[in-house]
């Protein structure tokens, strides 16, 4: 297994005194997806749930259309290179011509998308009803098991939930990451999505929407911000989009009939 952590020793500087202590921090760690033999990308990532970071992000940006396609998904982690192998394979330059975005997401998050596929999000057919009171109580049991954010504060976090409890999440170093993580999880286990809320515990970007809205997920609530365009497309696209999630107050951004008030 792969460390997700490393110790060092850092000058704490506490009321007018410092001292040389241990803290622990978070690993950065590349990974180099090859896809039907040919190099795709090179993800900075935290190392767990390499598949399933796999996995999602080829739903996510549209290389595989269903995680049937996978025939053969083999990760060699001390060197860092996974091999995906689809039963279709689309040449990758039609794939990526001017499709390549660098996203406002952390450290210059990738993305392989254009504009047009805005327009190409799923419409959420059916919303999820849930209590804000539900919302508040889930956002609260996953702030206390994030366990490596608690350990480095140096990760994000999503937590897949239904209508009362959290089923499972992920962490990473990047948004897009963990995102890409749960939907990997979820479509490998052969989970629905239709009916799931997505916490998360960082600003929700178009970027973010738009892999939620492709995955029919019919609400997401964040402890922080959205941005202006993931409100118009939460707007567009039916899905329930709720920010600053604390304490006892959030805010819902678009569809808001789809939440008990």
């Known amino acids: 297994m792969l460390k997700t952590t490393n110790r060092v020793m850092v000058s704490r500087w506490r009321s007018g005194e410092s ?3 241990e803290d622990q921090v978070i690993v950065e760690y590349p990974l180099t997806i090859h896809l039907n033999g040919e190099e795709l990308v090179t993800l900075l990532c935290t190392p767990t ?5 796999i996995a999602g992000f080829l739903l996510s940006e549209s290389f595989i259309d269903d995680i049937d396609e996978i025939i053969e998904l083999n990760v060699e982690e ?9 039963e279709i394979k689309r040449p990758l330059r039609e794939k990526l011509i001017g499709r390549r975005t660098i996203t406002s997401g952390c450290g210059k998050g990738t993305s392989f998308y254009n ?3 805005q327009t190409k999000a799923i419409k959420i057919q059916k919303s999820m009803e849930i209590h804000p009171s539900i919302v508040l109580q ?5 702030n206390q098991s994030s366990l490596l954010f608690r350990e480095t504060g140096g990760v994000h ?4 939930c239904n209508s009362s409890e959290i089923l499972f999440q992920e962490e990473d170093i990047g948004r897009h990451n963990a995102m890409d993580k749960l939907i990997g999880r979820a479509r490998l286990e052969g989970k629905e999505l239709s009916d799931k809320l997505v916490l998360t515990t960082g600003r ?3 970027e973010l929407l738009i892999k939620a809205a492709k995955q029919g997920i ?3 609530a964040s402890r922080s911000a959205p941005t202006e365009l993931a409100v118009r497309l939460a707007q567009e696209t039916g899905i329930t989009l709720i920010g600053f999630a604390r304490g006892d107050k959030l805010n819902i951004y678009s569809n808001f009939p789809s939440t008990k008030v």
């Not at 001390?78 to 689809?86: I, K, Q, S």
Request: charged share 20%.
């Open 218 to 220: 019919p609400v997401i």
């Open 78 to 86: 001390e060197a860092g290179l996974a091999t995906v192998n689809t």
């Open 157 to 160: 976090g999503c937590a897949l």
């Open 19 to 21: 001292t040389i202590e």
């Open 49 to 53: 749930s390499l598949k399933e970071l």
């Open 204 to 206: 929700v970007s178009s």
């Open 138 to 142: 889930l956002m609260r049991e996953f």
């Open 115 to 117: 504009a047009v596929d």
